[in-house]
């Protein structure tokens, strides 16, 4: 299989490291890499989503998924599909919507591969109602270190390390899904600002509830009085009977189809995301927001993945790239998140996409990110002075209240910090002892984390 040395990134564009990657278009040829791998190992990759260095491998091999693109079989009366894992959700929107079923958890993305999501386990807008991806997943395949490929269900141990196990258990090759039934491609949303991060936080425990996807976008630029000030976007899938008879949306109520601009170039001029130019944009955000609103139709990429709508839009923080932060704090750590969002604010880091939101019960994988309470998660451009030691500060501060970073964003975090994060990351270790001595799944996240 012709494979290629080349430099590999995550979606954050930092620690670019050079391996071979390799594309299998059939389950043979991804065996055949998996056991041609040699002694720096291999790595699955999807659509390259994770912010960090989680599907790259230096001096290795990564196995790029994608053309194991394949839909196999869609049960459109009980809700399943079974699908190889390079089908990203993108694809799957396009198949299923128009049947009236919609994917059970997005990110911020559509462009994520279905292995890459159960990957990192992601987690949506929804997860204080639905969860984590790999709820809604009945079965994968999945190809070990030893060659052999395994049927895995729910509640083994298998899956349960495999499910934001960022690909060290081996290759998702298919997977079988639980679906969403929909009866419109469209979005009922409510929108609301909040004054302040007290504000915020009320607002989304006393009425989170009523909303099956709830998030707020905050300004961490603001200050004072006004430090954390929010625009709460919530919403559901719009019933077809909130549609117009005659529009166009009431004819075709499943049509999906999202707008593509043109894409950043290449050299995007570095320095243009200042503290003054971010500050004035979140100003012009939260100042566009209505202070309430209820009911507004939207798209589903409107509502869920506005950032597809610019190709390589991480190209906009330049050369240097940039870090996304991700963290969460149990319920009861209130303090702890509002320590940390004032530090952030005082540092006046230039955030334009910072979100904040609640999760709902954690998930059975071992190292699933999600726990209950409130998650924050902002970008910030690599080349900040200072960033490295105000980030390892910041972590400290996580974990002393219990809480964690996101795997699937990280390419920083200290190892010594991991185990207070993840509990179950001695479980983890010797489930892979076990499966896979030679440690022939390895990325350089997992050699930077000791998993
Ligand atoms: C704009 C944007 C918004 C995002 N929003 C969210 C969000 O709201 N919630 C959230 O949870 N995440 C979010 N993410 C992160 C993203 O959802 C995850 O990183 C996801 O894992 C990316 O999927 P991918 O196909 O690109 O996988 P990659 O980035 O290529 O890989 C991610 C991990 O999955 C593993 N993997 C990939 N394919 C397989 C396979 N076939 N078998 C086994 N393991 C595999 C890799 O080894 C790696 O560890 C966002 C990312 C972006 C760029």
Redesign the pocket.
């Known amino acids: 299989m012709p494979a290629d040395t080349v430099s590999v990134t ?2 954050g564009r930092t620690a670019p490291t050079n391996a071979r990657v390799i594309r299998p278009r059939t389950y043979e040829e991804a065996a055949a890499a998996v056991r041609g791998c040699g002694t720096r190992g291999g ?9 960090g260095d ?2 790259q491998n230096a001096g290795g091999a990564v196995i790029d ?1 994608t053309a194991l693109d394949r839909v196999h079989a869609i049960d459109a009366d009980g809700g399943t599909v079974l699908c190889d ?1 390079g089908v990203s959700l993108h694809c799957l929107m396009q198949v299923l919507l128009p049947l009236g079923w919609f994917v059970p958890v997005t ?3 559509r462009h ?2 279905v ?3 159960i ?2 386990d ?3 807008k929804n997860h204080h109602v639905s969860g984590a991806f790999s709820r809604h997943v009945l079965s994968f395949e999945l190809l070990t270190a030893d060659g052999e490929i395994r049927t895995v269900s729910r509640g083994t141990p298998l899956f349960d390390a495999t499910a934001g196990g ?2 060290l258990t081996g ?2 090759l298919t997977a079988t899904l639980q679906l969403l039934p929909v009866e419109t491609s469209l979005m009922s949303v409510d929108t609301e600002r909040a004054a302040d991060l007290d504000d915020v936080m009320d607002r989304l425990t006393a009425t989170d509830h009523r909303y099956r996807y709830s998030v707020a976008w905050i300004d961490l630029l603001a200050r004072g009085a006004a430090t954390g000030r929010a625009v709460l976007t919530r919403g559901d899938h719009a019933p077809l009977d909130t549609l117009r008879a005659g529009t166009r949306a009431y004819r075709d109520p499943l049509a999906f189809r999202p707008a593509r601009l043109p894409s950043p170039p290449a050299l995007f001029p570095e320095g243009l995301l200042t503290r003054r130019s971010v500050g004035l944009f979140n100003e012009f955000w939260y100042r566009k927001a209505p202070r309430a609103r209820a009911g507004e139709l939207q798209s589903i990429s409107a509502f869920f993945h506005p ?1 597809d709508g610019v190709p390589h839009w991480n190209r906009v923080y330049g050369r240097g790239g940039f870090v996304q932060y991700q963290f969460v704090v149990g319920h009861g750590q209130e303090e702890a998140l509002r320590r940390i969002v004032e530090r952030i604010s005082q540092r006046r880091c230039p955030s334009f996409l910072a979100v904040l939101k609640r999760f709902g019960d954690a998930d059975p994988g071992w190292l699933s990110f999600p726990v209950p309470g409130w998650t924050l998660a902002l970008d910030i451009p690599a080349r900040l002075p200072g960033l490295g030691a105000f980030l390892d500060e910041l972590d400290e501060e996580v974990a002393a209240a219990g809480g964690r970073v996101y795997l ?1 964003k990280d390419s920083r975090l200290r190892p010594e910090l991991l185990a207070a994060m993840y509990p179950r990351v001695a479980d983890f270790r010797a489930l892979r002892a076990e499966a896979d001595p030679r440690g022939v799944f390895t ?1 350089d996240l997992s050699r930077r984390l000791g998993l």
Request: no cysteine.
């Open positions: 995550g979606w790595i699955p990759r999807g659509l390259g989503r994770a912010y989680a599907a998924m894992a990110p911020g993305t994520v591969t292995g890459g999501a990957g990192a992601i987690h949506g960022m690909g290759l998702i950032l699937a990325s």
